[in-house]
């Protein structure tokens, strides 16, 4: 099965590289950039897994609960 | 004799650093001790050295964690043994769950490679007794991830349970914004749980252990670990 994994920071945590990101887009000419944030995608492609499983994986491993949210969809 | 254990990673690049200095003090015999490791109990002090951990992958500190030697890191927590984190080994601490909260990027996106003021907040514990509370020490940093967040309600425990060692402080000991190398917050720079066993840090006591290297001051924390472990 194949499963996307995305996680993003938490609205609370600042993320720097979001903001630094929002600068630049601002210099090449948008305006109106309220708001950048930058998390991370993951694939996998794995034999078997529960959704509480996968959840399992999320939390213990591939996002840190204390910044980061996380949501997954299983593409097949 | 004191039974340091010194841990390596893949990646981990302050580990001879931390033996040399821990070595330069009587009483303690240290060695090196390789991640597939699985039993601690020859050990009474254990420390994890900064570096890059599995190169930082996904989080710093996070891969390491499932490292084999880390189950023994955690049987020595709960027996009460003494702990330190250094740079990533903080990072590997908080990411184990052995400390709140987490190590994020830099406010200012920059790798911080410099000398800085630390004020110390507590001197009842066994990393810091041989300090004066408030004094300052001068310590290196070297690092891009080194912003403590935290939930507030644990930043409040933290604070009501004295568990911020260290902050980053300006040369008349101020806590300013301006004194923060990285965005941390409450200038936090060094915690430790609430037994009082487990500590982790951004700066480098182990490369403040020599007057050629500017500043001694790192001294002072490995000085009252090997006091406080005499003592037992």
Known sequence: MKIRITIMPQSAVLDPAGVATAHALEHLGFAGVHSVRIGKSIELDIAEATEEQLHQACRDLLSNPVIEDYHFEILK | MIRCAVLQFPGSNCDQDALIAIRSFSGVAAELVWHQTTSLEAFDLIILPGGFSYGDYLRSGAIACFS???????????????????????????????????????????????????????????????????????????????CYVAQP??????????????????????????????????????????????????????RACEALLGSTDGRFLFHSLITSLSKK
Not at chain 2, 174 to 199: D, M, Q, V, Y
């Open chain 2, 153 to 206: 309600d644990v930043l409040q425990e933290l604070n009501n349970n004295n568990q911020i060692l260290l902050r980053y402080a300006t040369a008349e000991g101020e806590i300013t914004k301006a004194a923060s190398p990285n965005g941390s917050l409450e200038n936090i720079a060094g915690i430790c749980n609430r037994e009082k066993n487990i500590f982790g840090l951004m700066p480098h006591p182990e």
């Open chain 2, 68 to 146: 084999p030697v880390m189950q023994a890191v955690k049987k020595a927590a709960q027996q009460g043994k003494i702990i330190l984190g250094i740079c990533n080994g903080f990072q590997i601490l908080c990411e184990a769950h052995l400390l709140p909260g987490t190590l994020i990027r830099n406010r200012n996106l920059l790798f911080r490679c410099e000398e800085t003021i630390l004020r110390l907040e507590n001197n009842v514990t066994p990393f810091t007794q041989a300090c004066e509370k408030g004094q300052l020490l001068r310590l290196p940093i070297a690092h891009g991830e080194g």
